[in-house]
């Protein structure tokens, strides 16, 4: 019980962390931006786990997505975005790996093809979504959204075909990895972080992979 208790304090004190982050990030946000509360929400659960990679970016990316949606917010003199200077630093020097690259490419090439025309931020979109498919969570939770209807808002606005396509309403790491081989003449098969989530046999119920 006190082994609960600590993780579900330690939960609690990451998502109050990333939500201060987020509501200093969007200080630097263009007002009404429809994209901005997702990325200052992605970022600062990144931050809160002191893990940038976590945001599915490469340094490059996150750098060029910060110039664009939150200008100054490195360069900031708030103290809430400290870390972000200094995290940001240590993970430019380290960089971001890639331990499935076939599956992310199968994940990338689906999103470009289903992509909206006109959204800048889109290829953002596309990094953040193929890397989070690699964690043991589902998306919504492990981007620190609220609900899966905040993750669904996204996808619709960047990939509304292939919203439409999700007619079984599966949820969404499983439709984008069955949708991914699909689009690629593959058999379906599970996205890698699925194997790991505690909800794997209600969405595998079938025993098919």
């Known amino acids: 019980m006190d082994a609960v208790l600590t993780s579900s304090s330690a939960h609690a004190d ?10 200093a990030l969007l200080h630097h946000a263009p007002p009404g931006h429809p994209d901005a509360g997702f990325f200052a929400t992605l970022i600062g659960t990144s931050l809160a786990h002191h893990d940038l ?10 750098a060029d997505l910060l110039d664009y949606l939150f200008p100054d917010a490195l360069a900031s003199q708030d103290a809430r975005l400290a870390a972000l200077g ?24 689906l999103l470009e093809a289903y992509r909206a025309p006109d959204t800048p931020t889109t290829p953002w979109v596309t990094g953040v979504l193929v890397h989070a498919c690699l964690r043991p969570d ?32 599966l949820r969404w790491k499983q439709f ?28 595998y119920a079938n025993g098919s992979d």
């Not at 499935?100 to 990338?108: K, N």
């Not at 905040?150 to 079984?168: C, E, I, K, Q, S």
């Not at 984008?176 to 969405?203: K, N």
């Open 138 to 169: 589902h998306l919504w939770r492990d981007l620190g959204l609220s609900g899966r209807e905040d993750l669904t808002f996204v996808l619709a606005r960047h990939y509304p075909g292939l919203v439409m396509r999700n007619a079984r309403n």
């Open 176 to 203: 984008l990895a069955y949708s991914a081989c699909e689009h690629a003449g593959l058999p379906p098969s599970a996205a890698p972080g699925c194997f790991q989530c505690e909800d794997h046999g209600a969405c």
């Open 53 to 62: 990679a976590r945001s599915g970016l490469c340094p490059k990316e996150l």
């Open 14 to 23: 990451i998502a109050l962390s990333a939500q201060r982050f987020a509501r």
């Open 86 to 109: 200094q995290q940001f630093s240590a993970y430019a020097a380290r960089g971001r790996g890639d331990p499935q690259p076939g599956f992310t490419l199968l994940v990338r090439v």
